[in-house]
């Protein structure tokens, strides 16, 4: 069972997402909050899979609680995803480097909320390549690489640079096991074990450092299938 939290301070917004999620039988609803302060305590107290938060709220907003959520080590295990009206923009890349899995725009489809919701929670981000190509152009204008990042990136072998690399150009696991010519649980290992290493919490945290490091070349790039 999913178990979901839902932050956002329209309760329009929550009851139609709650309708949504309510009526899937692998997904629960167990709390719902109206700005971020909130959001954490409950968060905290139910210990919810997945946690939906409003980008933008009164008080402390979803970029906030997203970095409070990921410094907490009761939080650890839990997943957060921002909402916005808005696509791709600074707000969502900061709350991606603030501890983000990924990110939804709230006129989606009911079927790709869904589907979103379960590939969040099994811990997947939710990065695809248009938004890594987006990405991209972000850090393309930005100043060299960040020097911790760099030596972060020194802690990993060649194959697990290899696999970071491929991630962040918005490949699946199973895409990157076709690329590396391994199977798709030791492309898995591979991942798992950069993200130990370079204390990322999700596959979009390696997204942000593979560009922080300059491991991603800056300007033009192509990205995977």
């Known amino acids: 069972m999913i178990r979901v ?3 956002d301070d329209q309760p329009l917004i ?11 039988d692998d997904i629960e609803v167990v709390a719902e909050a109206g700005d971020g302060a909130e959001g954490i ?12 938060l409003d980008i933008q709220m009164p008080g402390l907003d979803g970029i906030e609680a997203t970095r409070r959520i990921a410094a ?14 808005y696509g791709f923009d600074e707000y969502v890349f900061n709350a991606l480097r ?16 869904l589907h979103a919701v379960r590939v969040a929670a099994r811990g997947d981000a939710l990065l695809a390549p248009s938004i890594t190509r987006k990405l991209i152009d972000r850090f393309v204008s930005q100043p060299p690489p ?3 990042a760099v030596s972060a990136l020194s802690r ?20 990157i096991a076709d690329s ?25 945290q390696l997204v942000v450092i593979a560009y922080e490091s300059g491991l991603i070349p800056r300007g033009p790039a192509t990205l995977g299938p």
Do not use: C, Y
Not at 72 to 85: G, K
Not at 180 to 194: D, E, L, S
């Open 98 to 113: 603030a501890g983000a899995a990924g990110f939804l725009v709230k006129d989606i489809l009911p079927e790709d909320f």
């Open 156 to 175: 990993l072998t060649n194959r697990e640079r290899e696999a970071v690399t491929l991630v962040a150009r918005g490949l699946s696991n199973q895409q």
């Open 14 to 24: 929550r009851s139609g997402f709650r309708a949504l999620l309510d009526a899937e």
């Open 180 to 204: 590396m010519v391994i199977t798709p649980v030791t492309a898995k290992t591979h991942i798992n074990r950069a993200m130990t290493k370079l204390h990322a919490r999700d596959r979009a």
């Open 5 to 7: 939290l839902l932050v």
């Open 146 to 148: 960040n020097t911790a």
């Open 41 to 52: 305590a409950l968060a905290r107290r139910h210990l919810p899979d997945l946690a939906l």
């Open 72 to 85: 907490d080590p009761l939080l650890a295990a839990m997943h957060v995803v921002v909402l916005t009206n």
